[in-house]
T-cell receptor, first 114, second 110 residues
Framework: SAVISQKPSRDICQRGTSLTIQCQVD?????MFWYRQQPGQSLTLIAT?????????ESGFVIDKFPISRPNLTFSTLTVSNMSPEDSSIYLC???????????FGPGTRLTVL | SQQGEEDPQALSIQEGENATMNCSYK?????LQWYRQNSGRGLVHLIL?????REKHSGRLRVTLDTSKKSSSLLITASRAADTASYFC??????????FGQGTTLQVKP
């Protein structure tokens, strides 16, 4: 299994500002994903973070709102831009997956937007 | 979009009893995974079952998969208060992306 850390673990932000969340893995991984979990809801995939190229976004998520970087095989960032209270959620990164692989999750970043 | 549906949405049992959660999905899959989440924290991976497998065990956990019915079940035997959590199923196809069910909230009363 992979050990995944996220920073920050939680934050309270003002409307209109941006927050960058970091995800660090203890080993090189091919596949890295970002998910959102709104209060009381299940997880929804935001995008697949691709190393060396632009992220692949799911329907309903756009790069201007959720820019993602993946400079190498162990690190990725997700920025939540121009935040509104509706962005209050837990944001989780995950690694692994694929046809046969288990997917492991980081501890999550709990974001509250006032 | 969410593919899976889980039932029940909430389950409350006494310590020592068994808990069964069900998950249904819509498209073909390569594998199905079950996760536990305590109080809105990170997800803990419990078990993965591949599309060519029908049953898997891990400790007090038993997972079944019926691809003809596009459904899976998670059984927790001899439940403990520490099993209180939300449980999610998630399906994966060729892309590796996970599609999550809505989750079952389990409360185990001591």
């Amino acid at each position: 299994s992979a050990v995944i850390s996220q920073k920050p673990s939680r934050d309270i932000c003002q409307r209109g500002t941006s927050l960058t969340i970091q995800c660090q893995v203890d080993s090189q991984v091919t596949m890295m994903f970002w998910y959102r979990q709104q209060p009381g809801q299940s997880l929804t995939l935001i995008a697949t973070a691709n190393q060396g190229s632009e992220a692949t976004y799911e329907s309903g998520f756009v790069i201007d709102k959720f820019p993602i970087s993946r400079p190498n095989l162990t690190f990725s960032t997700l920025t939540v831009s121009n935040m509104s209270p509706e962005d209050s959620s837990i944001y989780l990164c995950s690694v692994g997956g694929g046809r046969l692989d288990t997917q492991y999750f980081g501890p999550g970043t709990r974001l509250t937007v006032l | 979009s969410q593919q899976g549906e889980e039932d029940p949405q909430a389950l409350s049992i006494q310590e020592g009893e068994n808990a069964t959660m069900n998950c249904s999905y819509k498209t073909s899959i390569n594998n199905l995974q079950w996760y536990r989440q305590n109080s809105g924290r990170g997800l803990v991976h419990l078990i993965l079952i591949r599309s060519n497998e029908r049953e898997k065990h891990s400790g007090r956990l038993r997972v079944t998969l019926d691809t003809s019915k596009k459904s899976s079940s998670l059984l927790i035997t001899a439940s403990r208060a520490a099993d209180t959590a939300s449980y999610f199923c998630a399906t994966s196809g060729n892309t590796g992306k996970l599609i999550f069910g809505q989750g079952t909230t389990l409360q185990v009363k001591p």
